[in-house]
């Protein structure tokens, strides 16, 4: 039956009648169903499987401990006797370690199963886990078993975000040499592997989604038009990036590109068109991988491409204008590029999260409230080295220590506003000694916040810090500004946007800020802005392999993404 009808009969059933239904979701949990039965009505499936995950976080720890106690480790339908066999010593580890079973949904992110090889990994991964997030992955894997078991009762499949996953999967077999031959994923500015991914991307929207036009401007960048009702109506702009860091994960940036190519496929093949037209663009640069240079693709939209970046070299000599030259683009063309204001309605981007926080919520998605602006440092302490055995504590003028002081003070002053970090995230001493006090200590330093006047007076009061400790400890240092990015907060109108089209899925909608940058941020200085987060799985760790989402979750920001472009139908202005 469809998932209208059978909404209609959930929202109509007897209490009895509704966890007889839906008891068995959850194993031993038919208190899950009848928790929900109280909610109703259910606008969406999607309304539905939150009703049960919110039954579940609100209840008692003992019965979530039941829940996980009564799972079945390995679902038999996707694992073999011999596998179970296999990993029996590491399944009886981890239960003796945590204190209950191992749960997890080995149907995979599209639900097509997983690898023997994927599910070893994943269980001697998660045996180093903490007891308290470990407690949580299992609910989350509870949650994605009743997940399919519900489309399986209902008869529905997230056919859009499946295309979208298959089409992320494809991408992720084109990669730099030497990480292609580990299996890993690097595609960095113009090499073989960026062309290629550049060349699919293109055979996709031609041929796949039905773009009108398809071509790859001066940069590198491929962009998507499907025209609106008339050629000459304003465009939406969409889009991200589709170069990754080194060992990368699938989604980062190719999410923003694929999820509005489905979406115009979808037009494409119902034959409308809409009253205004779909620009997306598939941005060749964002990381700043193969160069110092980071918003290459995005930054040339908005007239922020600095020709002296032309002149920069790679680790192999080869200079930026030679990589462009090489590709068959054309340098003189890049001015071209900026675009005008008055052509577009705005911009959107859709996003994996990179963070934790909708994965903590057990949340799909989340509405971005600003993208944090950003100052990064590069510093030096300059000490005296001396010996570790002679020096006495109170005589010492160690680098290293100053330092330490440095980082301690920004974590707490850091963690005292809400959304403002600061990170020192490299800290090296120059040919340092075991048996030597430190003369020599190089850090970085990354301040963000959601306004540049929250990051701008941590960034003082650090500043300031470091002055008095090295002053205090006798010892000399240099601070040099490295970046600096402005906070980009979010269009109110288009946030409003993104919110009523979470809230049309079934879905609560939850604000956010985004601590990551993003080409929207550079998109900010031209035209209005604002983002759409996806949950990432495993803690939603990004910029690494185990990046992850599932194709349900894709589903439900394709039709999140289709909301919007209907309401912006309904009210361009």
């Given at each position: 039956?469809?998932?209208?009808?059978?909404?209609?009969?959930?929202?109509?059933?007897?209490?009895?009648?509704?966890?007889?239904l839906?008891?068995?979701?959850?194993?031993?949990?038919?208190?899950?169903?009848?928790?929900?039965?109280?909610?109703?009505p259910?606008?969406?499936?999607?309304?539905?499987?939150?009703a049960m995950?919110?039954?579940?976080?609100?209840?008692?720890?003992?019965?979530?401990?039941?829940?996980?106690?009564?799972a079945?480790?390995?679902?038999?339908?996707?694992?073999?006797?011999?596998?179970?066999?296999?990993?029996?010593a590491?399944?009886a580890?981890?239960?003796e370690?945590?204190?209950?079973?191992?749960?997890?949904?080995?149907?995979?992110?599209?639900?097509?199963?997983?690898?023997s090889?994927?599910?070893?990994?994943?269980?001697?991964?998660?045996l180093?886990n903490?007891v308290?997030?470990?407690?949580?992955?299992a609910?989350?894997n509870l949650?994605?078993?009743?997940?399919?078991?519900?489309?399986?009762m209902?008869?529905?499949?997230?056919?859009?975000?499946?295309?979208?996953?298959?089409?992320?999967?494809?991408?992720?077999?084109?990669?730099?040499?030497?990480?292609?031959?580990?299996?890993?994923?690097?595609?960095?500015?113009l090499?073989?592997?960026?062309r290629?991914?550049?060349?699919r991307?293109?055979?996709?929207?031609?041929?796949?989604?039905?773009?009108?036009?398809?071509?790859t401007?001066?940069?590198g960048?491929?962009?998507?038009i499907?025209?609106g009702?008339?050629?000459?109506?304003?465009?939406?702009?969409?889009?991200?990036?589709y170069?990754?860091?080194?060992?990368?994960?699938?989604?980062?940036?190719r999410?923003?590109i694929?999820?509005?190519?489905?979406?115009?496929?979808?037009?494409?093949?119902?034959?409308?068109?809409?009253?205004?037209?779909?620009?997306?663009?598939?941005?060749?640069?964002?990381?700043?991988q193969?160069?110092?240079?980071v918003?290459?693709?995005?930054?040339?939209?908005?007239?922020?491409?600095?020709?002296?970046?032309?002149?920069?070299?790679?680790?192999?000599?080869?200079?930026?204008?030679?990589?462009?030259?090489?590709?068959?683009?054309?340098?003189?063309?890049?001015p071209?590029?900026r675009?005008?204001?008055?052509?577009?309605?705005?911009?959107?981007?859709?996003?994996?999260?990179?963070?934790?926080?909708?994965?903590?919520?057990?949340?799909?998605?989340?509405?971005?409230?600003?993208?944090n602006?950003?100052v990064?440092f590069?510093?030096?302490?300059m000490?005296?080295?001396?010996?570790?055995g002679?020096?006495?504590?109170?005589?010492r003028?160690?680098?290293?220590?100053?330092?330490?002081?440095?980082?301690?003070?920004?974590?707490?002053?850091?963690?005292?506003?809400?959304?403002?970090?600061?990170?020192?995230?490299?800290?090296?001493?120059?040919?340092?000694?075991?048996n030597?006090?430190?003369?020599?200590?190089?850090?970085?330093?990354?301040?963000?916040?959601?306004?540049?006047e929250?990051?701008?007076a941590?960034?003082?009061?650090?500043?300031?810090?470091?002055?008095?400790?090295?002053?205090?400890?006798?010892?000399?240092?240099?601070?040099?500004?490295?970046?600096?990015?402005?906070?980009?907060?979010?269009?109110?109108?288009?946030?409003?946007?993104?919110?009523?089209?979470?809230?049309?899925?079934?879905?609560?909608?939850?604000?956010?800020?985004?601590?990551?940058?993003h080409?929207?941020?550079?998109?900010?200085?031209?035209?209005?802005?604002?983002?759409?987060?996806?949950?990432?799985?495993?803690?939603?760790?990004?910029?690494?392999?185990?990046?992850?989402?599932?194709?349900?979750?894709?589903?439900?920001?394709?039709?999140?993404?289709?909301?919007l472009?209907?309401?912006?139908?309904?009210?361009?202005?």
């Open positions: 039956m469809s998932s209208a009808s059978s909404l209609d009969q959930l929202n109509s059933v007897s209490r009895d009648g509704f966890i007889a839906l008891g068995a979701l959850y194993p031993e949990g038919s208190w899950v169903a009848e928790t929900a039965y109280n909610t109703r259910f606008k969406s499936l999607a309304a539905l499987k939150r995950v919110c039954a579940v976080r609100e209840s008692a720890r003992s019965r979530k401990l039941a829940l996980i106690h009564s079945e480790q390995l679902a038999p339908a996707f694992v073999s006797a011999a596998l179970v066999e296999l990993v029996a590491q399944l580890s981890y239960r370690r945590f204190g209950f079973p191992f749960v997890f949904a080995v149907q995979g992110p599209r639900a097509t199963g997983l690898t090889e994927q599910i070893i990994s994943t269980i001697e991964r998660r180093g903490h308290d997030f470990e407690f949580a992955e609910l989350r949650h994605r078993q009743a997940e399919l078991r519900l489309d399986e209902f008869s529905v499949e997230p056919s859009l975000g499946n295309q979208v996953w298959d089409w992320a999967e494809h991408l992720a077999s084109d990669s730099d040499p030497d990480y292609a031959e580990r299996g890993q994923l690097t595609v960095t500015y090499t073989d592997a960026h290629a991914v550049a060349k991307l293109t055979d996709w929207m031609k041929n796949e989604c039905g773009f009108d036009e398809v071509s401007d001066a940069v960048n491929v962009v998507g499907y025209h009702e008339s050629k000459a109506a304003k465009r939406l702009i969409t889009g991200s990036h170069d990754t860091v080194r060992n990368a994960g699938k989604y980062d940036g999410l923003g694929l999820v509005p190519m489905a979406c115009v496929k979808a037009l494409a093949r119902a034959g409308r068109r809409l009253p205004f037209g779909i620009e997306v663009v598939a941005f060749s640069e964002e990381e700043g193969r160069y110092k240079a918003f290459l693709g995005s930054g040339a939209l908005t007239g922020d491409f600095n020709p002296a970046w032309l002149e920069q070299t790679d680790v192999d000599g080869i200079s930026m204008r030679q990589a462009m030259e090489h590709a068959g683009l054309a340098v003189a063309d890049i071209k590029l675009r005008d204001a008055a052509n577009y309605l705005g911009f959107v981007e859709v996003h994996i999260e990179q963070g934790p926080v909708l994965n903590d919520l057990d949340l799909p998605l989340g509405v971005v409230t600003s993208i602006g950003s990064r590069l510093g030096e302490v000490g005296m080295a001396s010996h570790a002679t020096t006495p504590m109170d005589s003028r160690d680098a290293a220590a100053a330092v330490a002081e440095l980082i301690l003070f920004a974590e707490k002053r850091a963690s005292a506003v809400a959304d403002l970090v600061a990170t020192v995230g490299m800290l090296s001493v120059p040919n340092g000694s075991i030597v006090v430190p003369g020599r200590c190089h850090f970085s330093l990354d301040i963000r916040a959601t306004t540049d929250v990051r701008d941590c960034i003082d009061d650090v500043c300031k810090e470091l002055a008095a400790i090295c002053s205090r400890r006798g010892v000399a240092y240099r601070l040099e500004e490295a970046m600096r990015v402005s906070a980009a907060p979010s269009s109110p109108a288009w946030q409003s946007r993104w919110e009523r089209a979470v809230a049309a899925t079934g879905l609560p909608v939850f604000p956010m800020p985004s601590g990551a940058g080409d929207a941020m550079k998109i900010h200085a031209i035209m209005p802005q604002a983002m759409l987060f996806v949950r990432g799985e495993n803690a939603g760790i990004s910029h690494n392999p185990l990046e992850s989402t599932t194709s349900h979750d894709i589903e439900l920001c394709v039709e999140a993404f289709q909301t472009l209907n309401d912006l139908s309904q009210d361009p202005a």
